[in-house]
């Protein structure tokens, strides 16, 4: 096998377990990718800011992809590149998330802006990236710097027909994935994870064949296919696990340590 020297990861899913929590052992085995000279990067629709409680604990040195790559920053946050989606786009994009009886989201570059707080998944999107949101009676002004776009429902298979005509309505003036079944991810055409690994690779002066991907969800497939190794989690779905090179265990049974452990490492100190 080629040799590993970037491992980039979701979070959500991946990363962290159910409950949000960056375990131990999963602290201890991105040390030993440190280590071992392997370069460790994260990736999620989450906002920079959602990802700062893990830049400390993963003692992280790359840049930080947030929204799934609309915005690298540098670990202490400081924006290197922004994505923003063309003021047409968003609107149209809101349109058919509502049009699809689904509730908006809107981030830009330091805002979440939403209009009901009590709608759902919204008091545990503020639990998980740890800042509140803020709420409008229009979107008007966000969406004229908007970074992401979510559509949110309980109802999956209303959140995957919705990613379809989605796809269908704005082509390649956007890119719209699942980031959880319950969410609708809209970025900037160049803002998806298999964008983020081309980013990486010529950021750091990494060819793609070395660069490993873990990740859980459809919008991960976009890295699987631009990396040189992919792993899919236990708890993604059959359709998530056939595009991958390896499938490691749940979010909830160290799935991400053990991937490192087993597919990074190997011979060089991973357990079994």
Known sequence: MTEIRLFLADVDGTLVTEQKVLTERAQAAVARLHDNGIAFAITSGRPPRGMA????PLRLQTPVAGFNGGVFTHPDLSIIEARTLPEAVARRAVEIIEAHGMDVWVYTG??????DDQAPHCAREQWTVKFPPKVVADFDDGLTKAAKIVGISDDHDLVQRCESDMRKAVGDTASAARSQPYYLDVTHPEANKGGVVAYLSRTLSIPAAQIATIGDMPNDVLMFEKSGLSIAMGNAS???????????????????????????????????
Do not use: H, P
Request: charge should be negative; aromatic fraction near 8%.
């Open 53 to 56: 409680m893990l830049i400390e």
């Open 110 to 115: 330091n805002d979440w802006l939403l209009r």
């Open 238 to 272: 059959d359709e998530v696990k056939k595009q991958a090179t390896c499938v490691t265990d749940s979010y909830n049974d160290e799935g991400f340590a053990k991937a490192i452990e087993r597919y990074i490492l190997g011979e060089r100190g991973g357990k079994s």
